[in-house]
């Protein structure tokens, strides 16, 4: 397995952002993943694990350390009547364009949404009221010894944006995904039901990470955000979406700190109108694994 030296993470994060990794490799199978971490051991090196980059913020100074990334690399599929067994690093757009054509519904709702497997299911990715964590029937993991667990979907205390796998040293290898048979027409018009939605109402096309903050209940933080009239503001080239305020987007140039600084701002002026204080749901690349 390549170990990549001194890899820019802006080339591995949606937000087209991020400083130099020490080191950072793509493990094709579990092995390769097992060898990576004893990599990182014999070599006393930080471990951050990485899905597609599509909801992290990479520090404009890198990561000191092992970036071990999922996407691409853990992507094997295999289905089982109404099942299927994804791979960590199998990409959504793929997975969703599969389970179309085999007439398997239950996770249409995830049309659009770029990023791996194993990252939807570790912050129970959803849209449209639906999550993906309602679908989890098990995930194979691999815990901090090394060792491989088999987790059930009801263990793992999935809610909005929410697992048990965010507060564990764990990584996902394989998810397994209960589905329903559907008639395949009705399938596709529902994906490009979603498809026109987002199209509509999302910055795509422009570099950025996906919702900035979590929904506070019975809200919505892109309304609030417009509302604290901080749609189309910029610190340097970070811009509040001037389509969806909880997005920021990368006008070409900007930096973490840019990012940082302008979501601190926004959430002053939401916490200032309306007393909210808005949690992010990005997450940025600070902490690691031991």
Known sequence: MRYLRNQPLRKHTA???????????????????QEALRFARERRLRVAVLGAGTNTLALDQGFRGLVIKLAGGIDGIELNGNRVMVGSGVFLPRLVGLLARKGLSGLEFLTGIPGSVGGAVVMNAGAWGRTIGERVEKVRILDNKGKLRVIKGVDLGFSYRRSRLQ??????????LKLRRRKKRLIKEKLQEHLAKRKATQPLGIPNSGSIFRNPKANFAGKLIEEAGCKGIRIGDAQVSIKHGNFIVNLGDAKARDVIKLMTRVQKAVRDKFKIRLEPEIKIMIKSKP
Do not use: H, M, Q, S
């Open 167 to 176: 507060k564990r040293d764990w990584i996902v290898v394989e998810v397994t």
């Open 15 to 33: 937000f087209r952002i991020g400083g130099p990794a020490d080191y950072l490799c793509v493990p094709k199978n579990v092995g390769e993943l």
